[in-house]
């Protein structure tokens, strides 16, 4: 079992004063994490895929329990039992360079951006309380004048509106549970990017539940800015818990987390292909007709599709089977379309015309 070989020495982090702090703040009655010694990580990337990593490597390889705070480039992080097709605005994600990540946890489809602050705990034992883990996190955002509050099942509020999410995975006598707190994200992109249409897809994956969502810096009395909030984080849980030791990525680690990025978390494979089995169906109109496919997908892999419309053609089965075994994704799909030569079945069908039907 790998373990780090040292702890970093940090500049001591200045922690604020609770002179500044709303002395007001409702009382907490969380629980507290019971730690003997934690291992603190500012982590400094925000390749999401390189983070997701990240979190597996420090899930397998360490016997510390550890808090690591951390922030990603814009990306949609998909639940593990997603079908991630159905959980995003593919053309949107696509067009505005948007990362997919399948992440190791359950739940919803979340989306992260520099203004979205991310938080993980690993601890020894299995006891699934959200509550538990969520706890520091409010206490800090009453203690700065918020009426923060752990509600539902595994949400953060204020004032009733969202502004975190968790999820968590249950990995032998190990537990991870990770969250996103949104501070200054782009509402209008998050909007955007998760604006997936349910009626294109049936299948058993689990679907996201949209909720009304806000951010913390618009719900706070005072002005702060996201570096400043994450300061506020790393302080409270120093504070709060007086074993914590600050650790940095060794080489090693790095070298770990980039291996399991290459192999896993910026692969084709885990981000789509891993989605559950589903259907989809999608009607366009094109100058040679409406065309409407249907088509079934199994581990991101098309095992059948039918067309359907007033099209002009002949052969259609033929037409048909020449997709089953390709990606269930654009590029594939585009070079199977341009292979088979659309207009040779089709009266007056392009490949360009024909594309947006699978998707």
Known sequence: MFRPQ????????????????????????????????????????????????VEEHLLNSFDEEIFMLWQNESAVIV??????????NREYVEANNIAVVRRLTGGGAVFHDAGNLNFTFIRNGTDPDFAKFTGPVVELLRKLGADARFEGRNDISIDGKKVSGN????????????????????????????????????GKAVQSVRSRVANIRDLLPEPMTVERFAELIMTHIFQSQPRCQPYSLSPDDRAAAERLKTHKYAT?????????????????????GTF???????????????????????DIERFEALFVGCRHESADVEKTLRAVKPGEYFAGADPADLLPCFF
Request: aromatic share 14%.
């Open 6 to 53: 040292k702890y970093e020495t940090f500049p001591k982090i200045p922690f604020f004063s609770e002179s500044r702090l709303h002395k007001t703040a409702p009382a907490i009655n969380f629980a507290p994490l019971k730690i003997e010694t934690m291992i603190c990580i500012s982590q400094t990337s925000r390749d999401p895929y390189f983070n997701m990593a």
């Open 79 to 88: 639940g593990r039992y997603q079908n991630t097709l159905a959980e995003i």
């Open 167 to 202: 999820a968590m995975l249950v990995a032998g006598s190990r537990i991870l549970v990770h969250g996103t707190l949104l501070f200054s994200a782009n509402l209008e992109r998050l909007s955007a990017a998760l604006n997936a249409n349910p009626l294109k897809f049936d």
């Open 268 to 288: 084709w494979e885990w981000n789509y292909g891993h989605s559950p089995a589903y259907a989809f169906s999608k009607t366009v109109k094109t100058p040679g």
């Open 292 to 314: 409407e496919v249907k088509l079934n997908a199994s581990n991101g892999i098309i095992t059948a599709v039918k067309l359907f419309g007033d099209f002009f053609g002949s």
